[in-house]
């Protein structure tokens, strides 16, 4: 297939965080650029509803997560200064966990490597600043003044109506049902048509999975919730955004509280599903009371659920993302295996997946999110 006749330089599939993302940049580039989603985002039908995302600038696993932060914190502010638009909340978050665990120790190893300023505080300490937090005996908090949260539907149409102002097309409720590979393009085809780009990335959340079924991703429904908090939760009386780790082992995260509810969930756990099934429409029962138990244990003032929702996400056999070009093609790049905590990464992976589309050198290793780290390469 000839340049003439391609449809588009750049396809993204799925429209979400880091597909709204790099349909921005892309258009900003003066591409020729597309964005198609099975629905019409920013929705609540995938993993990126429920207003708020923690935006932490530390990874205890991870290091390379630690650099993606750092980086789309820069263009968060970015898009927020173009937009003057509140998009990041600078409130700050507490990592709270056992004083002499691997959790804590490395959340401080990556604020070391990455220059991040990190309070170390006891738990005397703690409990004068904030009361409304109770802090078992053996346990200690790392505070990272420098982070907060993102207004993700906020953040998500403004990333497409940016993209749409500079040229992007959007082809939205446009579910994509095939990907095939052509000569030195790709033809995407959907009820309403098939049309060809020379480079196309992948980035559907959860919905990869159909697109791509040999992919390593496992889909997850993950519940989160509001409760009912008064007012010495809330920012504007300085409350921070948690990331905690629990004696039992589990890692749940709230945020501050808006309009008197206070929004908590939890990172692992949620019930997995095979797709084609989605997630069902009634909460587990089991996952609502260990987010009760979560608050119960370290904000025991914090009140009834007042309402709750579903997160789809997918994530991958040793929990790492999928940054990668498709096996057998140059022309399809994938980004998928984000879990609970790729939101805040969306912009960062958005400028990585362009390098790739653009057969230039990514500016981070990319060596720990490809997909030959399981051994034969997925086709």
Sequence with gaps: MTEAEMDYDLAIVGSGSVGAAAGYYAALAGLNVALFDRHSPPHRLGSHHGDTRLMRHTDAITPQYAALALRS?????????????????????LSLGPRHSAFMRGIQASAHQQGVTLDLLSREALVERWPTIRLPETYAALLEPD???????????????????????????????????????????APQGDWHARRVIVCAGSGTHSLLPALPLRIWCKPFA????????????????????????????????VDGALKAGRYDGGLPIVPPAHCPSARDAREDEAIHDYLQQFL????????????????????????????????IIVVAGLGSQGFKFAPALAELALALAHDE?????LSPFRLDRWGTPAH
Excluded: N
Excluded at 226 to 240: D, K, L, M, V
């Design 73 to 93: 914190q820069r263009l968060w502010l970015a898009l927020e200064e173009i937009s003057a638009l509140p998009l990041f909340h600078r409130c700050g978050v």
């Design 147 to 189: 982070a907060g949260y993102l207004k993700c539907h906020l953040a998500i149409a403004t990333l497409i109506e940016k993209a749409a102002d500079l040229g992007a097309r959007l082809h939205f409720d446009c579910p994509l049902h095939t990907l095939q590979a052509e000569g030195d393009g790709v033809r995407l085809c």
């Design 226 to 257: 509001w409760y009912q908090a008064g007012a010495s939760f809330s920012e504007a009386r300085h409350f921070p955004a948690l990331h905690t780790l629990t004696p039992q082992g589990r890692y749940f995260y709230s945020f501050p509280a």
């Design 300 to 331: 025991p003032q914090v009140g009834p659920c007042l309402r709750g929702e579903i997160a789809s996400v997918a994530s991958t056999p040793d929990d790492r993302l999928i940054l990668d070009r498709l096996p057998g093609t140059s022309a």
């Design 361 to 365: 050198m990514p500016a981070l290793d």
